[in-house]
C-alpha cells in the first residue's frame, strides 16, 4: 500500500485560447485529466467539483471562466483559502492544451506551460500519455503500477467532446448553485448519443441520474462507464452512493473498497467507511 499522500491538485475547466462560440472541449479535457490524477497514489483525492461554488461565488462567475481566456483568477489567494496546494489551468485549440501548473507553496516561481498535443484519433492516450511524462518532469511521477490504467481509450468525436463538456457544465452549476426541480437530462443523453463508447458521457450520465434519485438507472450506466474504463473511480464513487441511498449496504462496502484497490489504498479501512456512509444514511 502507498504511503497516504497529502498534496491535493485541482485541474480547472482549461479555456479557448481565441474568442469563439463556446465549446465544451475544454471542459471535456479538465475531466479527463481529472480522471487521470484520481488514479495517482501520490496526489490526495481532490475533484474540482467539490470546489466549484468556492471558487465561482455564482453560476456567472463560473460561465465567464469557461467561456473567456481573459477571465483570470487569482491563484495565489484561491489556492489559500481553499487549503489545495496545486492546481493545473490552461489554454486549449483544436490541437492542443497549453498546460500550466501552479504551486501554492511556491507562489512567485513560474513554471514553463508545456503544450500538449490532442488527438481523438488514438483514443486520446497521446494526450495523456504527454501528460503523465510531463508529471514526472515535474516531480510529480505517476506510479507505473497506475499508468496503464490512466490510458484506457477515450473514443469520443469532437461533437462527443462538445457534448460531455455542456454536460458538464450542467452539472457543476446544479450541483453548486441549485436549480428548481431535477437536473435536466437531455444534455447527457445527448452525450451519450454522440459519443456511446466514452467513459466520461457514460460516467456523467449516471452522476445525472444519481443526482436525479433514479439509483437503479444510475447503477447501469456507472456500469456501463466501467466496462470503458474499468478504472473509473468516479463511476466506483457512484456505485458506492447508490448502494448507500438504494439500501444495499454490501454494494456501498463492495464499490468503496474497489475503488481502494484501484487507488492503492487500504481495503478494508475503504470497506468500513462504505460501511459508516451506509449506517449515516440509513438509521
Known amino acids: 500500500m502507498a504511503q497516504s499522500p497529502t498534496d491535493q491538485c485541482i485541474v480547472l475547466p482549461f479555456q479557448a485560447e481565441n474568442r469563439h462560440p463556446f465549446d465544451g472541449t475544454g471542459l471535456a479535457l479538465h475531466f479527463l485529466v481529472g480522471n487521470v490524477l484520481a488514479l495517482h497514489t501520490g ?49 486549449f485549440s483544436d490541437q492542443t492544451v497549453s498546460l500550466h501548473f501552479f504551486d501554492g507553496q511556491e507562489p512567485d516561481v513560474r513554471h514553463a506551460p508545456v503544450d500538449l498535443s490532442v488527438s481523438i484519433d488514438d483514443g486520446l492516450i497521446g494526450f495523456r500519455t504527454q501528460l503523465l511524462k510531463w508529471l514526472e518532469s515535474m516531480g510529480r511521477p505517476m506510479p ?95 456505485l458506492m452512493w447508490c448502494g448507500v441511498y438504494g439500501k444495499d449496504l454490501e454494494e456501498a462496502m463492495f464499490w468503496s473498497g474497489r475503488k481502494a484497490d484501484i487507488c492503492r489504498q487500504d481495503v478494508q479501512a ?14
Open 144 to 238: 507505473k503500477a497506475q499508468v496503464q490504467a490512466a490510458l484506457w481509450p477515450e473514443t469520443v468525436g469532437h461533437e462527443g467532446m462538445d457534448a460531455v463538456g455542456r454536460a458538464l457544465e450542467g452539472f457543476y452549476i446544479y450541483s453548486a448553485y441549485g436549480d428548481d426541480g431535477p437536473l435536466d437530462a437531455s444534455p447527457f443523453k445527448k452525450a451519450v448519443a454522440e459519443a456511446p463508447e466514452s467513459f466520461m458521457a457514460h460516467d456523467l450520465h449516471g452522476w445525472a441520474l444519481y443526482r436525479n434519485k433514479d439509483y437503479t438507472a444510475a447503477k447501469r450506466a456507472f456500469l456501463t462507464a466501467l466496462r470503458i474504463n474499468p478504472a473509473g473511480t468516479g463511476a466506483m464513487s457512484g
Open 270 to 283: 475503504a470497506r468500513e467507511a462504505g460501511r459508516r456512509r451506509y449506517e449515516k444514511a440509513n438509521p
Open 43 to 91: 496526489l490526495k483525492e481532490m475533484w474540482f467539483g467539490w470546489r466549484v461554488k468556492k471558487i465561482f461565488p455564482d453560476k456567472a462567475a463560473l460561465q465567464e471562466y469557461c467561456r473567456d481566456a481573459a477571465a483570470k483568477l487569482d491563484l495565489p489567494q484561491v489556492s489559500r483559502s481553499q487549503k489545495v496546494r496545486l492546481w493545473l489551468y490552461g489554454n
